[in-house]
Structures are given as C-alpha cells and as structure tokens.
C-alpha cells in the first residue's frame, strides 16, 4: 500500500513556476514509477509526466515538453515536477500516481488527492 500525498499547488501568472511535490508513504518507494496527472474543469484527467523508478525513463505529453520536468529523490520518497513558463491552459488540479511501471499507472495505480495549480493571464 502506497500513499500519495500533493504539495505546491497555487495561483501563478502566465510565464511564472511552481514546483509540485508528492510524497510517497511506505519504505518501498524505489520500487514504483511515478506519474503525474491533470484534470481541468470539464475536462477528462489526462497524463502530464512520469518516471521509471530508477528515474532512467522519463516520458512527457507533448503539451509539457521543454516546459516541465519531473524527476524524483529516492531517498526522500518525494516525486516532483517542476513547472516553468506555465500557461493558463496549465490550469488544473494536479495528482500524482505510483504503480509498477510507468504502463500501468492509468489503471493499477495508486493516487494522492491533488493539488490545484491556477495560471492567470
């Protein structure tokens, strides 16, 4: 059992940064991928970012490319993404997700309860 637990979420101007956390329960953090997720209002959750649990394989939706990064720290259980030159179109609430690998964590995963990022232009 992995819990997952969102941090940094706010309120940003266009072209502004904001630095997402997730904090991961358990001693087996190591051994899971780690993903992050997006849903805007009206819209359906869509994929973001993730990470092999080595942090070798990295994977990124096109939308992000060259603007965000995720990368993780082992030792301290915590996934991040790191935001840059964000957009209002970036406007969600943001959720991480751990699983096996990086392909099952749409459907085998666990979730954390999201954090809200808000853009404004």
């Known amino acids: 059992q992995v819990q997952l637990v969102e941090s940094g979420g706010g309120l940003v101007q266009a072209g502004g940064s904001l630095r997402l956390s997730c904090a991961a329960s358990?001693?087996?953090?190591?051994?899971?991928?780690m993903g992050w997720f997006r849903q805007a209002p009206g819209k359906e959750r869509e994929f973001v970012a993730a990470?092999?649990?080595?942090?070798?394989?990295?994977t990124y939706a096109d939308s992000v490319k060259g603007r965000f990064t995720i990368y993780r720290v082992n030792a301290k259980n915590t996934a991040y993404l790191q935001m840059n030159s964000l957009k209002p179109e970036d406007t969600a609430v943001y959720y991480c997700?751990?699983?096996?690998?990086?392909?099952?964590?749409?459907?085998?995963?666990?979730w954390g309860q999201g954090t809200q990022v808000t853009v404004s232009s």
């Open positions: 997700a751990a699983s096996t690998s990086i392909a099952t964590l749409t459907t085998g995963g666990y």
């Open positions: 358990g001693r087996t953090f190591s051994s899971y991928a």
């Open positions: 990470i092999s649990s080595s942090g070798g394989v990295r």
